[in-house]
């Protein structure tokens, strides 16, 4: 079982930076709601996650099928309602309600061998899975 680690420090009220392995990720909010916008807020890096593990399973999955890959596009767009991240009332999850993904393969084969590669990367990106399945989260003061 792999473990993966990232620790974050805040900036600012609005700009985190988040370590993970070597590399720096800086989040933050568009000016428009008090942020910096010196990079995506976090839902978008949720998204852009999604986006990327897709990308990485898609190639595994399609050298597995041996099929010839040559690119991957993917179109993502998430609906939320931002009411209960800011304190109101609302009977409204604070997440995402839908997600929308359309990924546009560039591979040679036939439209049924593509859609079961598609299945195939559905059910085993681990980004997908968290999104769509309840994940037991502990939170802590350290």
């Known amino acids: 079982m792999g473990k993966y680690f990232v620790t974050a420090k805040n900036e600012s009220k609005s700009k985190t930076i988040v370590k993970a392995r070597h590399f720096n990720i800086i989040i933050d909010e568009p000016t428009e709601i008090g942020g910096t916008d010196f990079g995506p807020n976090p839902v978008e890096y949720l998204l852009a996650s999604y986006c990327g593990c897709i990308n990485v399973v898609g190639n595994v999955v399609a050298r597995q099928m041996q099929l010839n890959l040559k690119g991957i596009e993917i ?14 009332p609302t009977e409204e ?4 309600k ?3 993904v359309t990924v546009i393969p560039d591979i040679d084969a036939d439209r049924e061998t593509i859609q079961k590669w598609l299945d195939a990367v559905e059910q085993r990106c681990p980004v ?6 309840s994940t037991p989260i502990e939170i802590k003061l350290g």
Not at 93 to 96: E, N, P, S, T
């Open 75 to 88: 179109k993502m767009e998430g609906e939320l309602d931002p009411a209960k991240l800011m304190g109101k």
């Open 128 to 133: 997908g899975d968290n999104i769509a399945n």
């Open 98 to 100: 839908k997600i929308f």
């Open 93 to 96: 999850r604070a997440g995402y």
